[in-house]
Every structure is written in C-alpha cells, then in structure tokens.
C-alpha cells in the first residue's frame, strides 16, 4: 500500500520477527476467527500496547503494530480499520494518516505505523510550525459551518482590523494636535494603548487563515469535508504522534461520522 521501499522494509521486519519471536505471519494469517488469533497472540507473548472499546493494538517491531478487532465489538473494529485503511492510500489526506502495510481482507486486523503520542502543543507546534489551539479553531469552525462560516469569520476580523486602524489614525492625530501638558492627553494616549492591543489580537487571529495553505491543514479540511472525520478528536493533543519516520499524524483517524452513526448511535454528527 505504500511505495517499494517501505514495503521491503517491511517486508525485512516481518522476517526478523518471526526471527525474534514465536509469532509467525503464516500461522496467525491461517487462523479463521478473532478469538482464535486474539488468543495466538496471547500465546506468542505479543506485547498488547493497548485497548480501546473497539480495537487492541500489539506491538510488532520498534516500527510497526498491529490493530486487532475485538471480539466484543468485531464489527465496529472493523470498520475503523476500514476506514483507515481507505484514508491511508487517499492522496488527499495521506499528509496526517499513518501510513498501512498489511490488511485482513475482512478488515479484522491492519498493520500501521509505530506512533509515539506527542506531549504537548508546544512539541506539536516544534514538529509542525502550527500553533495547535488556533488550527483547531478553525477546524471546529469549518466542521460546524463550513468554508462559508470561515469566510464569514474572517469577514468579520476584517471589519473590524479596519475600524481599529482608522481609531488608532485619529487618536494619534488628535494626540499630535494636543498641547502638552492638556489634561486630555492621558486618557487618549490610554485608549491608544487599547486599540493597539486589540489590533495585535485582532491581527493574530487574521493571521490563522493563513493555516489554511498548508499541507496537514489542506488534508484536515478534506478529512472533515469529504472524509466524514470528527474535528473533535483532531483538537485533543493525545489524538496526534509521531511516526518512527518522522511524520506527525492523528493516532486514531478511524472515527469517522459514518462509524458514530452506525456503531456508536450518535445521530447529531
């Protein structure tokens, strides 16, 4: 699913596993149903890193895990593998996926990329250049309302950017006309201080849209507009990694509106 090099590579781990370890690929792929695998890798002593109310994740290599389907929850598990699997070979959102190199043809299993969860926003923003609460501003924005609630918003600042600049021309004109020592003077140059605060806040917040060009936030929007994923998990910071090859990527990108629907009951997405 991936370009050669990555999948030598794998294809490499995968031998040094079985090397490694009582696993082996032949054995566990021969195995009919979730509980007769869920048990092969008990027995085998995979490492489970851990478990979530559809899925579990075991530990393949310094590299590459594998995310089972639970037993309990099959079908919902399935469908999030699915759905992974589906947004890592898009073009259009592979910038913040981890990329997949082997699946069950059911979906019961898949195997991702290694992904270390990221500590902060301030190591987000490190590895990124983004500023994590304002990016996610905008995409709870664009999730509720769309591109049309973001041209509105920025409609808005923009107005408003003009008004705080045209204040600020007539105060500073009107302070130059000013005799020194009139008992005026101290409460324009406050309101001066003030319109220039508020056009410093007024400014970063314009200044977020330019988010909009870059790569990870061009397949965010695709995610939520065409993909059906949920902001709301995109704006928690353990929700995000990064992979062994350096790439930051959403850790759990399977929750889509069509998964809250049909497997959770959520109506409102």
């Known amino acids: 699913m991936n370009n050669l090099q990555e999948q030598i590579n794998f294809i490499v781990s995968q031998v040094l596993l079985e090397i490694r370890s009582n696993f082996k690929w032949n054995e566990f792929k021969k195995l009919r149903n979730q509980e007769a695998r869920m048990e092969y890798l008990e027995k085998t002593g995979t490492q489970e890193l851990g478990r979530g109310s559809s899925r579990a994740v075991f530990l393949l ?26 947004l890592a070979t898009d073009p259009d959102v592979k910038p913040v996926v981890a990329p997949i190199f082997d ?4 979906y019961s299993w ?13 190591e987000f923003k490190e590895l990124t250049g983004l500023d994590f609460y ?8 664009f999730f509720d309302e769309g591109h049309q609630g973001l041209e509105k918003e ?15 021309e007539d105060l500073e004109e009107h ?22 605060r508020q056009l410093v806040n007024v400014q970063e917040k314009i200044d977020k849209y330019k988010m909009l060009d870059h790569p990870m936030v061009e397949a965010l929007i695709e995610l939520i507009q065409d993909k059906n994923a949920m902001s709301a998990d995109m704006g928690r910071i353990e ?20 998964v809250a629907r049909q497997h959770y009951n959520i109506s409102w997405v």
């Open 61 to 86: 290599s310094n590299r590459y895990v594998l995310k089972m389907a639970v037993p309990d929850n099959l079908e919902t598990g399935k469908a999030q593998n699915r759905e992974e699997v589906n």
């Open 175 to 196: 302070l130059a006309q000013l005799d020194p020592d009139d008992p005026q003077k101290r409460y324009y140059q406050n309101d001066l201080q003030y319109k220039l």
């Open 154 to 168: 920025l409609g808005y600042l923009q107005k408003e950017l003009k008004l705080i600049t045209n204040r600020i």
């Open 134 to 141: 304002q990016m996610n501003s905008l995409l709870r924005r």
């Open 239 to 258: 929700h995000w990694g990064k992979t062994a090859s350096g790439k930051v990527v959403l850790l759990d990108y399977g929750y889509s509106r069509e």
């Open 103 to 106: 699946a069950a043809k059911d």
């Open 110 to 122: 898949v195997v991702s990329e290694v992904v270390r969860e990221i500590n902060s926003p301030e």
